[in-house]
C-alpha cells in the first residue's frame, strides 16, 4: 500500500516533468491547423506531419544556427577547460604572492548579475570590432563560467596526491609537461562536470548572443527561435518543430550528462 | 604546496585567466560603474553628461515617479519570485527524496527527473507559452476537472494579475529537480551505519530524523535557499521569452528592466544604475555563497 503510493507520487511527478516534453514532439508533427485550433492536446489528429522540421530546417535556416550553436559551445569548452585547468594548476600546486587575491576576485565575479555588465560589455567587444563574430560571441562566455570552474578545477587538484609530483619532478618533467601530461588527463572526471554544465550554458545563452549579433547568419539556436516566433504569428507548429531541435542534442548527450552532472553539483555542497 | 624556483612559474599559468578576465570582465565593471553616473544615450561617449547621482534618485527617491514604480514593482517581482520557489520547491524536494531514497527504480525516475534541468531553456519557455495560450493545456485541463473559476480567459500569462504566477510555476519546474537531486544525493550519501548504530541505542524516528538526518541536509538546504534566491534575482530568459515583462509591467523583473532601459529605451547610465544597485543587493544574500567556495589554497 505504501509503496503503491510511492510510486504514484513519484509517476506523478515524472509526468509534469515529461510533459512540456511530449506537448513539443506532438505540436510539431501536427498540420499548422491542428495546432491552431487544438493547442490543448499533445497528440496531433491524423497522420503526424513530418514537412515541417523539412521547412524549418532548409527554408529557416535553421541548420545554420545549428552550425553557429555547436562552434560557439564547443570553443568555449574548449577554452573553459584550458585556462581555467590551468589557473587551477597554479593554485593547488604553488605558492605565490597575491594567490588568495586573484582567487577570490575571481570567485566574486559569480555574484556579478549577467545585465549589470551587458551595455558596457556591448561596447567594448563593439569597439574591438568583435560584433557579429564568433570571437565576440565566445569570449565573454569563457569568462563568464570562470569562478565555479576554477573553483571546481582548484578542489579536485587538491586532492591528487602530491607524491606523484615529486615523482614527477625527480624524473625530471618541468610544471608544464606535468601539468599538461599527469594532471590534466587526472581530471577528467571534474572536466566531465564543467564540460557538460558549460554546453547546456551556452548552448541555452540568449542575453549575450541577441546583443552582440544581429545579423541573422550568425544566430544561435534560441535566436533562431525567437526569429521563428517574431516572423510566424503562432504557428506552433513550426515554432515546435525549431525548439525540438533546439533540445535534441542535449538530449542525446543526455544518458552520460546525469552522472557527471550530480558528481559536479555535489562537490560542492554535500562534502561540506 | 610548493614555492618555484622560477618565481614566475605559478603566474605563467594564471595569465590565459587574467588577461581574458582584465579585457572581458574588468574593463566592463568599471565602465559600469562609471556610466551609473553619466546620462548619456549610446554611440559617441562625448555626448555622455557627468550627473551624479542623479539616475540613482530617479528610480530609488522617485525623482522621476515612473521609473521608481517600476524599479520596485520589479524588484518586489524578483523577490516573489524566490520567495515562491524557497517555500514551495524545498518540501516538495525533501519529500520526494525520501519517497525516492528507498525506491527500486529511482535511478529510472531520476533520469526523467533530470529532464527539466538540463533542457531548461528558450526552447521550454515556449513550451510554456503554449500551454499557457487561452485555449491551452492549463485552461483545458481546469475547465476538464470543473476547476472553471481558475482559468483565465486570456491566458494565464495574458492577463496582468495572474502572469508572475505563470512564470513561477515555470521557475519551480525548472527549478525543483537540482534541489531534489542535492537532497537525494545527500540523504544517499548518509552512512547506514548510523542509523543502525542509533536503532541499537534505543533512538526514536523522530530523533534519528532530528539527529542524523537534519544535521546533513541543512547545509544543502542553505545551497539551495542561495541558488534559488539568487537565481530569482538574475531571472531574464524565462521573463523575456514568455511575457516580455507584460502585461502592464506585471510581470516586470529587474533584468528585463535592465535590458529594457538600455537597448530600448537606451539610457544607459540609468540601466547601469539600477543594474549596479540589483548588483548590491544580490550581491548581499550571495556572500554567503562565497563561503562554500572556500577552498584550502
Partial sequence: MVKTIKHIILVLYGLTCVYPFLWMIGTSLKTSQDALANPQSPIPKGAPEWSTFAEVWNKLNFYRF????????????????????????????????????????????????????????????????????????????????????????????????????ECAVLDGCGNFKIYWRIYLPLALPAIGTIAILNFIGSWNNILWPMIIVDKQEMFTLPMGLMYLDSSSFKKWNELMAGALITVIPILIAFPFMQKMYVKGMTVGSVKM | MITTRNKWVPYLFLLPGVLLFLAVGVYSVGFSIMLSFYNWSGIDFSTARFEGLANFRQFLLGDDPIVTQNFYNSLLHNVLIGAAQVVIVIPIAIVLAFVLQNTKMASLYRTVYFLPMIASGVAIFYVWKGLFEPTGAFNSLFHAIGLDFLTVPGGMLGSS??????????????????????????????????????????????????????????????????????????????????????????????????????????????????????FLITGAIAMFSIRSFKVDI
Fill in chain 1, 66 to 165: 545549428f552550425v553557429n550553436s555547436v562552434v560557439v559551445s564547443i570553443i568555449v569548452i574548449i577554452g573553459v577547460v584550458l585556462i581555467y585547468t590551468m589557473m587551477a594548476y597554479s593554485f593547488a600546486k604553488f605558492r605565490f604572492k597575491g594567490k588568495k587575491f586573484v582567487y577570490y576576485t575571481f570567485i566574486a565575479l559569480l555574484l556579478v548579475p549577467g545585465v549589470t555588465t551587458l551595455i558596457p560589455l556591448y561596447i567594448n567587444m563593439t569597439n574591438l570590432g568583435l560584433q557579429n563574430t564568433y570571437v565576440g560571441m565566445i569570449l565573454p562566455m569563457i569568462n563568464g563560467a570562470a569562478p565555479f570552474a576554477i573553483f571546481l578545477f582548484t578542489s579536485y587538484f587538491r586532492t591528487i596526491s602530491h607524491e606523484l609530483y
Fill in chain 2, 161 to 278: 494579475s495572474t502572469s508572475l504566477i505563470g512564470i513561477i510555476i515555470t521557475s519551480i519546474w525548472g527549478g525543483l529537480p537540482g534541489t531534489l537531486i542535492l537532497y537525494y544525493a545527500g540523504l544517499t550519501s548518509i552512512d547506514p551505519t548510523l542509523y543502525e548504530a542509533a536503532d541499537v541505542d534505543g533512538a526514536s524516528k523522530l530523533t534519528m530524523i532530528t539527529k542524523i538526518t537534519w544535521p546533513l541536509l541543512k547545509p544543502i538546504t542553505l545551497i539551495a535557499v542561495i541558488q534559488m534566491v539568487n537565481g530569482a534575482f538574475q531571472a531574464f530568459e524565462n521573463v523575456f521569452i514568455m511575457t516580455g515583462g507584460g502585461p502592464s509591467g506585471s510581470s516586470e523583473v529587474i533584468g528585463t528592466l535592465v535590458y529594457r532601459t538600455a537597448f530600448l529605451n537606451n539610457d544607459y547610465g540609468l540601466a547601469s544604475a539600477i543594474g549596479w544597485v540589483s
